[in-house]
Protein backbone atom coordinates (compact mmCIF):
# COMPACT_ATOMS: atom_id res chain seq x y z
CA UNK A 1 0.00 0.00 0.00
CA UNK A 2 1.22 3.19 -0.92
CA UNK A 3 0.36 6.78 0.32
CA UNK A 4 1.39 10.33 -1.54
CA UNK A 5 2.59 12.92 0.59
CA UNK A 6 -0.93 14.51 1.17
CA UNK A 7 -2.37 11.04 2.29
CA UNK A 8 0.44 11.55 5.01
CA UNK A 9 -0.31 14.89 5.41
CA UNK A 10 -4.01 14.27 6.31
CA UNK A 11 -3.48 11.52 8.84
CA UNK A 12 -2.76 7.66 7.18
CA UNK A 13 -5.79 5.30 7.70
CA UNK A 14 -5.80 4.22 11.02
CA UNK A 15 -5.70 0.50 10.01
CA UNK A 16 -2.43 1.23 7.68
CA UNK A 17 -0.56 2.57 10.57
CA UNK A 18 -1.58 -0.30 13.04
CA UNK A 19 -0.20 -2.84 10.32
CA UNK A 20 2.99 -0.87 9.68
CA UNK A 21 3.92 -0.19 13.25
CA UNK A 22 2.99 -4.24 13.54
CA UNK A 23 5.56 -4.91 11.22
CA UNK A 24 7.98 -3.00 12.45
CA UNK A 25 7.94 -4.63 15.71
CA UNK A 26 7.83 -8.30 14.10
CA UNK A 27 11.12 -7.09 12.08
CA UNK A 28 12.77 -5.93 15.04
CA UNK A 29 12.07 -9.14 16.73
CA UNK A 30 13.01 -11.20 13.60
CA UNK A 31 10.03 -12.41 13.03
CA UNK A 32 9.75 -11.99 8.95
CA UNK A 33 6.40 -13.75 8.55
CA UNK A 34 4.14 -11.78 10.94
CA UNK A 35 2.50 -10.17 8.70
CA UNK A 36 -0.34 -12.15 7.71
CA UNK A 37 -0.99 -12.48 3.76
CA UNK A 38 -4.68 -12.60 3.82
CA UNK A 39 -4.99 -9.28 6.11
CA UNK A 40 -1.51 -7.49 6.20
CA UNK A 41 -3.27 -5.77 9.10
CA UNK A 42 -3.36 -8.64 11.01
CA UNK A 43 -0.41 -11.18 12.77
CA UNK A 44 -1.37 -15.23 11.23
CA UNK A 45 -3.49 -16.90 13.65
CA UNK A 46 -1.87 -19.76 16.21
CA UNK A 47 -5.25 -20.72 18.20
CA UNK A 48 -7.99 -22.59 16.45
CA UNK A 49 -11.61 -21.46 17.14
CA UNK A 50 -13.72 -24.39 19.10
CA UNK A 51 -16.80 -24.43 20.68
CA UNK A 52 -16.74 -24.97 24.44
CA UNK A 53 -19.30 -25.92 27.37
CA UNK A 54 -18.76 -24.52 30.92
CA UNK A 55 -20.93 -25.25 33.88
CA UNK A 56 -20.80 -22.42 36.08
CA UNK A 57 -22.75 -21.58 39.67
CA UNK A 58 -24.51 -18.40 40.58
CA UNK A 59 -22.64 -15.92 42.25
CA UNK A 60 -25.01 -15.40 44.77
CA UNK A 61 -26.33 -18.22 47.39
CA UNK A 62 -23.49 -20.78 46.05
CA UNK A 63 -20.86 -22.24 48.00
CA UNK A 64 -17.89 -19.86 47.95
CA UNK A 65 -15.63 -23.06 46.55
CA UNK A 66 -17.52 -22.82 42.86
CA UNK A 67 -16.99 -20.87 40.11
CA UNK A 68 -19.14 -18.35 39.06
CA UNK A 69 -17.30 -16.88 36.40
CA UNK A 70 -15.16 -17.01 33.02
CA UNK A 71 -11.67 -15.88 32.36
CA UNK A 72 -12.61 -16.50 28.06
CA UNK A 73 -9.00 -15.25 27.48
CA UNK A 74 -7.68 -18.60 28.94
CA UNK A 75 -10.29 -20.55 28.60
CA UNK A 76 -11.51 -21.22 32.78
CA UNK A 77 -13.86 -21.11 35.97
CA UNK A 78 -12.78 -19.14 38.04
CA UNK A 79 -14.49 -17.79 41.39
CA UNK A 80 -14.16 -14.59 41.29
CA UNK A 81 -11.21 -12.61 42.81
CA UNK A 82 -9.37 -10.23 43.49
CA UNK A 83 -5.64 -11.29 43.76
CA UNK A 84 -2.78 -10.39 46.00
CA UNK A 85 -1.44 -8.28 42.79
CA UNK A 86 -4.63 -5.98 42.54
CA UNK A 87 -5.90 -7.72 39.51
CA UNK A 88 -8.67 -9.91 39.12
CA UNK A 89 -8.77 -13.67 37.66
CA UNK A 90 -11.93 -13.54 35.94
CA UNK A 91 -13.43 -11.79 32.77
CA UNK A 92 -16.98 -12.31 33.11
CA UNK A 93 -19.00 -13.16 36.45
CA UNK A 94 -22.46 -14.96 36.18
CA UNK A 95 -25.64 -14.36 38.44
CA UNK A 96 -29.24 -16.19 38.48
CA UNK A 97 -32.28 -13.46 38.99
CA UNK A 98 -35.26 -13.73 40.83
CA UNK A 99 -37.02 -14.52 38.08
CA UNK A 100 -34.70 -17.48 36.69
CA UNK A 101 -32.68 -15.12 33.67
CA UNK A 102 -29.01 -15.26 33.77
CA UNK A 103 -26.86 -11.85 34.71
CA UNK A 104 -23.72 -11.22 33.35
CA UNK A 105 -21.06 -9.31 35.35
CA UNK A 106 -18.37 -7.79 33.58
CA UNK A 107 -15.18 -7.34 35.82
CA UNK A 108 -14.95 -3.67 36.06
CA UNK A 109 -18.61 -3.66 36.89
CA UNK A 110 -17.86 -6.19 39.65
CA UNK A 111 -14.70 -4.63 40.80
CA UNK A 112 -14.61 -1.34 39.68
CA UNK A 113 -11.80 -0.24 41.28
CA UNK A 114 -9.20 -3.23 41.27
CA UNK A 115 -5.66 -1.70 42.15
CA UNK A 116 -3.95 -2.86 39.24
CA UNK A 117 -6.81 -2.52 37.02
CA UNK A 118 -9.33 -4.89 35.75
CA UNK A 119 -9.80 -5.96 31.88
CA UNK A 120 -12.74 -3.92 29.95
CA UNK A 121 -15.26 -5.85 28.58
CA UNK A 122 -17.81 -5.19 25.95
CA UNK A 123 -20.95 -7.23 25.77
CA UNK A 124 -23.86 -6.83 22.86
CA UNK A 125 -27.12 -8.85 23.31
CA UNK A 126 -27.62 -10.93 19.55
CA UNK A 127 -31.03 -12.34 18.30
CA UNK A 128 -29.81 -14.83 16.51
CA UNK A 129 -28.74 -18.27 17.27
CA UNK A 130 -25.73 -19.24 18.18
CA UNK A 131 -24.68 -21.72 15.06
CA UNK A 132 -25.58 -18.70 12.31
CA UNK A 133 -23.70 -16.13 14.12
CA UNK A 134 -20.22 -16.57 11.59
CA UNK A 135 -18.44 -13.28 12.31
CA UNK A 136 -18.69 -10.44 15.17
CA UNK A 137 -19.47 -6.96 14.94
CA UNK A 138 -16.56 -4.71 15.65
CA UNK A 139 -18.95 -2.04 17.13
CA UNK A 140 -22.29 -2.27 19.35
CA UNK A 141 -20.98 -3.15 22.45
CA UNK A 142 -21.88 -1.96 25.89
CA UNK A 143 -18.81 -1.57 27.83
CA UNK A 144 -18.14 -2.82 31.80
CA UNK A 145 -22.23 -3.09 31.98
CA UNK A 146 -24.10 -5.83 33.05
CA UNK A 147 -26.64 -7.61 31.37
CA UNK A 148 -29.56 -9.97 32.14
CA UNK A 149 -30.39 -12.45 29.11
CA UNK A 150 -32.69 -16.20 28.94
CA UNK A 151 -32.02 -19.15 28.66
CA UNK A 152 -31.08 -19.64 25.08
CA UNK A 153 -30.10 -16.15 24.11
CA UNK A 154 -26.76 -15.64 23.13
CA UNK A 155 -24.65 -12.61 24.10
CA UNK A 156 -21.61 -11.06 22.11
CA UNK A 157 -18.35 -9.98 23.64
CA UNK A 158 -15.29 -8.27 23.07
CA UNK A 159 -12.32 -8.75 25.69
CA UNK A 160 -9.26 -6.49 25.90
CA UNK A 161 -5.79 -9.15 25.77
CA UNK A 162 -2.77 -8.59 27.36
CA UNK A 163 -1.39 -11.23 24.76
CA UNK A 164 -1.86 -8.71 21.95
CA UNK A 165 0.89 -5.75 21.59
CA UNK A 166 -1.61 -3.76 19.76
CA UNK A 167 -4.26 -3.96 22.04
CA UNK A 168 -6.80 -5.20 19.26
CA UNK A 169 -9.29 -7.68 21.20
CA UNK A 170 -10.35 -10.83 21.32
CA UNK A 171 -14.16 -11.38 19.93
CA UNK A 172 -16.63 -14.58 21.04
CA UNK A 173 -20.39 -15.64 21.69
CA UNK A 174 -21.99 -16.99 24.55
CA UNK A 175 -24.85 -18.72 24.51
CA UNK A 176 -27.37 -19.57 27.78
CA UNK A 177 -27.82 -23.28 27.11
CA UNK A 178 -29.56 -24.00 30.71
CA UNK A 179 -30.50 -22.72 33.87
CA UNK A 180 -31.03 -25.23 36.97
CA UNK A 181 -32.44 -23.59 39.69
CA UNK A 182 -31.92 -26.21 41.90
CA UNK A 183 -28.54 -25.82 42.17
CA UNK A 184 -28.49 -22.49 41.01
CA UNK A 185 -26.20 -23.50 38.28
CA UNK A 186 -26.11 -22.46 34.77
CA UNK A 187 -24.34 -24.26 31.42
CA UNK A 188 -22.76 -22.33 29.09
CA UNK A 189 -21.83 -22.92 25.15
CA UNK A 190 -18.67 -20.59 23.87
CA UNK A 191 -16.66 -19.77 21.02
CA UNK A 192 -13.71 -17.14 21.97
CA UNK A 193 -11.40 -16.55 18.89
CA UNK A 194 -8.57 -16.01 20.58
CA UNK A 195 -6.73 -14.63 17.61
CA UNK A 196 -5.59 -10.84 18.10
CA UNK A 197 -8.24 -8.49 16.03
CA UNK A 198 -9.75 -11.63 14.09
CA UNK A 199 -13.81 -11.85 14.37
CA UNK A 200 -14.17 -15.20 13.05
CA UNK A 201 -16.76 -16.90 15.26
CA UNK A 202 -16.55 -20.71 13.23
CA UNK A 203 -14.67 -23.94 14.74
CA UNK A 204 -11.35 -24.08 13.27
CA UNK A 205 -8.24 -21.95 12.48
CA UNK A 206 -9.64 -18.82 11.34
CA UNK A 207 -8.52 -16.77 8.53
CA UNK A 208 -10.25 -13.11 9.54
Known amino acids: MRFTLNDRRNGAPRLARRALSFCA????????AACSDNNP???????????????????????????ASV??????????????????????????????????????????????????IGLARS????????????????????LVVAVNEVVLIRLTSSRCILQDPFYGKVAVDSVILAERRLVLRTLVNRNCGYRALTPGLPST
Open 25 to 32: LALMAGMG
Open 71 to 120: LFSNLSVERPQLLSNGTVNFEVAFDITADGKVRFLPARALVPQAPAGAPS
Open 41 to 67: FLSPPTSENTVRTFSVWALSGTNAALP
Open 127 to 146: TSAFDAITRAPDRGYTDDST
